[in-house]
């Protein structure tokens, strides 16, 4: 069966939990909350970013996890513009549920000309129909949670972001380098020996404890990249309100990944404008080279993306 990841996103949590529920049964929940149905063979995972957005990084790891986004959009708030700006950077293909012109908040994005609907069953509809295009390559799994199962050992829920996986693969966890075993693999809560790219998937894992596969944590059958420092193309959003600056505290969001970060850059960096620097992490963080990185301030007024880099 294939496989296709709805972040679900709107300012009003109930609103939000409402049209999910629309999507599936709800399954796992803690910050994050997962939704699940197969329709015509095909299983649908809606996701809701329940922390935001009070706690900001689930935003972008719900967008990490998910191929398509329903965003519930009530009225235009700051709220709004900031998910809107979030998909623009990243790419992301949205339909909206709205009742109100949308267009010119659209209108500077890539989402200039997405879909709106007024009622849920329309947009669950045309939703259901997407394919997800599959991502070709070595891979690549981002793992969002994992626990002890008694009987199983160690099992890591993710999703396969690019190529497959199967059962008795040996794999890397990064940013740490552990090499691990793939034991079993569930899609669906049903086994299976193998899976491909967008499936979510339970992972039972031999040769390495709960504690060493955390939220972020990139699977891997080739190297990626792990730096605590690295050289970068930076470029500061136009939506921005104020510059990117030499020293500045700021957060990288890389995949499922949220690092403190700061800046070393000679000179700032206007909205709307690009530049060379270095970006130095608290901790390693893994990628891959040509993955856009996003620069997050917490403490930003209105919106808190304010940049993006790419490694040199």
């Known amino acids: 069966m294939s496989s296709l990841n709805i972040a679900v996103l709107g300012e009003d949590a109930e609103r939000r939990a409402t049209a999910a529920k629309a999507l599936g049964k709800k399954g796992t929940a803690d910050d994050i909350s997962f939704y699940h149905t197969v329709f015509q063979g095909k299983i649908i995972t809606a996701i809701d970013p329940l922390a935001y957005p009070a706690k900001f990084p689930v935003l972008l790891q719900t967008l990490c996890l998910s191929d398509m986004t329903l965003v519930v959009a009530d009225t235009p708030s700051s709220v709004l513009g900031e998910m809107i700006v979030a998909l623009d950077v990243l790419g992301m293909k949205a339909v909206f549920l709205s009742s109100f012109d949308l267009k010119p908040l659209l209108a500077q994005t890539s989402l200039k000309n997405s879909r709106i609907f007024s009622e849920i069953n329309e947009a669950r509809e045309f939703l259901f129909a997407q394919e997800s295009p599959r991502v070709e390559g070595s891979t690549l ?172």
Not at 210 to 229: A, F, H, N, Q
Not at 232 to 251: G, M
Not at 282 to 290: G, S, T
């Open 141 to 312: 799994v981002h793992i969002d949670h994992c626990f002890e199962v008694k009987g199983v050992g160690t099992v890591a829920l993710g999703i396969v972001k690019r190529g497959g996986i199967a059962v008795h693969d040996r794999i890397t966890a990064y940013p740490s380098g552990k090499e691990i075993e793939v034991k079993g693999i569930q899609k669906n809560d049903e086994d299976v020996t193998s899976a491909v790219c967008w499936d979510r998937v339970g992972l039972a894992l031999k040769n390495v404890k709960p504690g060493e596969i955390t939220r972020g944590t990139v699977l891997s059958k080739e190297k990626i990249c792990v730096e605590e420092r690295f050289a970068c193309e930076l470029a500061s959003l136009k939506f921005a309100k104020e510059p990117l600056v030499n020293d500045e505290a700021l957060h990288l969001s890389a995949g499922l990944q949220f690092e403190p970060c700061r800046l070393e850059i000679l000179s700032e960096i206007k909205p709307g404008e690009k530049g060379r620097g270095t970006i130095k992490t608290e901790k390693p963080v893994a990628f891959l080279k040509e993955e856009n990185l996003l620069l997050c301030d917490l403490n930003a007024k209105g919106l808190r993306i304010v940049g993006v880099a790419k490694q040199l």
